[in-house]
């Protein structure tokens, strides 16, 4: 009898995990952050809650800085990630599901007492302090651009460090995508609007998780009805 209900234990808990995953995000108004109950909410998090709701999967979500959100991601079957974008460098490491909100610009920004001069093109940023989250598709742009951490390249734990470091005047310009600096009064973007193309913002999972769970995701991401823009 006690083997017996151990072993019943050890069905029960398998069949828990396999029904239950773990989703990590930053806090990035309005697609991602904490109420005043501690709640994770935002544009972004409501389409992910209806996403398992309708998988009929149990779930956990967790704000962490950026890096170790995709880190963990990366590493751990079973873990989901957003809001992330999808690009060429990123496809590979993941399964996708998008869109989960309408599309997203990345844009140079700066406050008009901290902009040293008029700037045509991102290669005339490289005299001045240039912030960005560590590892987001900004942080590549400017890796790409010749930017170097250290000299030109300020590099942080997440958005609203960003956002601090440019009110208080430490840094000269910040890359974000758009939706960040929604609540910063007289943030101006510095660059002509061509600059930025459109990425899709995305959920994703983990490749090697557990094949039940991708399916019914897929399923259940099929059924969801489409983003008004």
Not at 140 to 147: E, N, P, R, V, Y
Not at 172 to 198: H, R
Not at 200 to 212: G, H, M, Q, R, T
Request: net charge positive.
């Amino acid at each position: 009898m006690k083997y017996l209900l151990l072993f019943l234990a050890l069905i029960s808990t398998q069949g828990w995990a396999i029904d239950r995953v773990k989703i990590v995000t930053e806090d990035l108004p309005p697609l991602s952050y904490k109420n005043n109950e501690g709640e994770v909410i935002g544009a972004a998090t409501k389409r992910v809650r209806e996403l398992m709701a309708q998988a009929q999967i149990d779930y956990d979500i967790a704000i962490l800085p950026w890096k170790r959100a995709l880190k963990n991601t990366l590493e751990e079957p079973n873990t989901l990630i957003y809001t992330i974008l999808k690009t060429p460098q990123r496809e590979h490491n993941f399964e996708w599901f998008c869109p989960i909100a309408r599309p997203l610009k990345i844009y140079l920004y700066s406050l008009p007492d901290n902009s040293p001069s008029r700037l045509q093109s991102i290669e005339d940023a490289k005299s001045s302090l240039v912030g960005v989250s560590r590892g987001s598709v900004a942080h590549g742009i400017l890796l790409s651009k010749g930017f170097k951490e250290g000299h030109n390249l300020v590099v942080t734990t997440g958005i609203d460090v960003l956002k601090q470091n440019l009110q208080n005047g430490r840094l000269d310009y910040i890359l974000v995508i758009d939706t960040a600096v929604a609540d910063i009064p007289n943030i101006s973007k510095v660059l002509p609007n061509s600059f930025s193309t459109e990425y899709i913002p995305c959920l994703a999972i983990n490749k090697n998780s557990d094949e039940k769970i991708k399916e019914r995701l897929r399923l259940a991401f099929s059924k969801l009805p489409a983003i008004n823009n």
